[in-house]
């Protein structure tokens, strides 16, 4: 069953299959959310807060005809995360986002080989360039990821109302990366 | 897709076009028994969480619309968010809708038959933070019955419950 139409529902790269949110993810997805992992993204959150989040990702789409890509492990078809860009109403920017949804996917470069396929796509097919990740201060691994993908500190751009956090912004396509 | 005609109104699902009036209500103070009033994102958020209602479940709260001119008026309808013990029927109308007329009970009323006769539901609750005095009253119009011994999401919530023979009354 695919609730989501493209344009952008699916992206390979050398190890991930990055596909549109499925009906059949929802259990993990809400995993993810009640998880301490989920502590820079508004969560741990109980069980229906957690599927107001999974709900969300579905309706993102309908609204917006773009919303978070699951990250899935090509060889193994294991789901590790998400990738996205983020835009609900009356946020400053559209957000570049991504997360990682256990510990053992983490350091394998995962979210910094999904971010840069998505932000590229998303250039070329929306010209969406230089666009931010909005960071928890105490997020240093997402802090560190947004460096190594070539983002710098924006102080300049307001974080969105009501989550107080930094603002990364990527470079724009036009400059080397 | 689902839609239901009353007297005055029509109940449909919700459309991206929705999205506006929606989203202004959770963000306003109308919105204070049902988690609001939320910043902006967070209403946004929300409003994609009730299309996300409708693409994973297949049900979810219907826009009701003035069946004349096509205006939303507000919505009512279905919410069964995660593994709630048992599924809600809520209700609310925006600001800019006419009060005192019956139309929060003509649509409610439309979406408990819906929920009876075409989903065939047994039973649905609604979850009342106590102070809200018209919702309370308009629970019982619909002939809802309250039931001390439900679950409930918050302790303090009252529970009422409305059935297929419960009848509304006027």
């Given at each position: 069953m695919s609730l989501i139409s493209p344009p952008l529902t699916q992206l390979q790269t050398a190890r991930l299959s990055l596909r549109a949110p499925q009906p059949e993810d929802e259990q993990d997805i809400m995993a993810f959310y009640m998880s301490p992992r989920s502590k820079h993204v508004g969560?741990?959150?109980d069980r229906v807060g957690a599927w107001h989040r999974a709900a969300g990702f579905f309706g993102h789409w309908a609204l917006r005809g773009h919303g978070k890509l699951i990250s899935v492990e090509?060889?193994?078809?294991?789901?590790v995360g998400t990738v996205g860009v983020g835009r609900p109403e009356g946020w400053p920017e559209r957000d570049l986002n991504w997360t990682i949804w256990s510990d053992a996917y983490e350091g394998r470069g995962y979210a910094f080989e999904a971010t840069k396929a998505l932000r590229d796509a998303v250039a070329k097919?929306?010209?969406?360039?230089g666009l931010v990740s909005y960071i928890e201060a105490d997020n240093a691994r997402s802090i560190k990821l947004a460096e190594r993908l070539g983002a710098v500190l924006d102080p300049q751009a307001p974080p969105p109302d009501p989550y107080p956090c930094l603002v990364y912004r990527h470079p724009k396509s036009e400059e080397p990366q | 897709m689902t839609r239901i005609e009353t007297e005055r109104l029509v109940l449909r699902a919700p459309l991206a076009e929705d999205s506006a009036a929606l989203v202004g209500f959770f963000a306003s103070e109308r919105a204070a028994f049902v988690g609001g009033p939320l910043a902006l994102g967070l209403a946004w958020r929300h409003v994609a969480t009730i299309c996300g209602h409708w693409m994973l479940k297949g049900f979810g709260p219907f826009i009701l619309t003035d069946r004349h001119t096509g205006e939303s008026l507000g919505l009512t309808g279905p919410w069964a968010p995660g593994d709630r013990p048992e599924p809600e029927v809520v209700w609310a109308l925006w600001d800019h809708a006419p009060k005192g007329q019956g139309l929060a009970q003509e649509g409610a009323q439309a979406a408990l038959d819906h929920l009876f006769?075409?989903?065939?539901?047994?039973s649905v609750v609604c979850y009342i933070d106590p102070s809200n005095a018209p919702s309370i009253a308009l629970a019982r119009r619909l002939g809802g019955v309250e039931d001390p011994h439900a679950a409930r999401p918050a302790p303090t919530d009252l529970v009422f419950r409305h059935a297929p023979n419960s009848g509304a009354r006027p």
């Amino acid at each position: 069953m695919s609730l989501i139409s493209p344009p952008l529902t699916q992206l390979q790269t050398a190890r991930l299959s990055l596909r549109a949110p499925q009906p059949e993810d929802e259990q993990d997805i809400m995993a993810f959310y009640m998880s301490p992992r989920s502590k820079h993204v508004g969560g741990p959150y109980d069980r229906v807060g957690a599927w107001h989040r999974a709900a969300g990702f579905f309706g993102h789409w309908a609204l917006r005809g773009h919303g978070k890509l699951i990250s899935v492990e090509r060889a193994t078809g294991a789901r590790v995360g998400t990738v996205g860009v983020g835009r609900p109403e009356g946020w400053p920017e559209r957000d570049l986002n991504w997360t990682i949804w256990s510990d053992a996917y983490e350091g394998r470069g995962y979210a910094f080989e999904a971010t840069k396929a998505l932000r590229d796509a998303v250039a070329k097919l929306y010209g969406w360039t230089g666009l931010v990740s909005y960071i928890e201060a105490d997020n240093a691994r997402s802090i560190k990821l947004a460096e190594r993908l070539g983002a710098v500190l924006d102080p300049q751009a307001p974080p969105p109302d009501p989550y107080p956090c930094l603002v990364y912004r990527h470079p724009k396509s036009e400059e080397p990366q | 897709m689902t839609r239901i005609e009353t007297e005055r109104l029509v109940l449909r699902a919700p459309l991206a076009e929705d999205s506006a009036a929606l989203v202004g209500f959770f963000a306003s103070e109308r919105a204070a028994f049902v988690g609001g009033p939320l910043a902006l994102g967070l209403a946004w958020r929300h409003v994609a969480t009730i299309c996300g209602h409708w693409m994973l479940k297949g049900f979810g709260p219907f826009i009701l619309t003035d069946r004349h001119t096509g205006e939303s008026l507000g919505l009512t309808g279905p919410w069964a968010p995660g593994d709630r013990p048992e599924p809600e029927v809520v209700w609310a109308l925006w600001d800019h809708a006419p009060k005192g007329q019956g139309l929060a009970q003509e649509g409610a009323q439309a979406a408990l038959d819906h929920l009876f006769t075409g989903l065939r539901w047994e039973s649905v609750v609604c979850y009342i933070d106590p102070s809200n005095a018209p919702s309370i009253a308009l629970a019982r119009r619909l002939g809802g019955v309250e039931d001390p011994h439900a679950a409930r999401p918050a302790p303090t919530d009252l529970v009422f419950r409305h059935a297929p023979n419960s009848g509304a009354r006027p």
